[in-house]
């Protein structure tokens, strides 16, 4: 058997965030953005007044969907 067959995989350390600044590919950040950006328009097309559920549930939905579209936007630029 070779060496590298009988070696245990090596772990990858863990990412410091307050030390330095971890900056993903763009293609990540891309699928990311447009992920989150896509449940947040979701979420707020299901707040509309047409859809069936309560006000207080479409009110949170709206909520949430304004989130997920700050959070895409973050993503993005960060």
């Given at each position: 058997?070779?060496?590298?067959?009988?070696?245990?995989?090596?772990?990858?350390?863990?990412?410091?965030?307050?030390?330095?600044?971890?900056?993903?590919?763009?293609?990540?950040?891309?699928?990311?953005?447009?992920?989150?950006?896509?449940?947040?328009?979701?979420?707020?097309?299901?707040?509309?007044?047409?859809?069936?559920?309560?006000?207080?549930g479409k009110r949170i939905?709206?909520?949430?969907?304004?989130?997920?579209?700050?959070?895409?936007?973050?993503?993005?630029?960060?």
């Amino acid at each position: 058997m070779s060496a590298q067959a009988t070696e245990a995989p090596q772990k990858q350390a863990p990412l410091k965030v307050g030390a330095q600044a971890v900056e993903d590919c763009l293609p990540c950040r891309i699928v990311g953005s447009a992920a989150l950006g896509g449940v947040g328009i979701y979420a707020l097309n299901q707040s509309r007044a047409h859809q069936p559920g309560s006000i207080v549930g479409k009110r949170i939905l709206a909520g949430l969907g304004v989130c997920f579209l700050v959070a895409s936007a973050l993503r993005w630029t960060k």
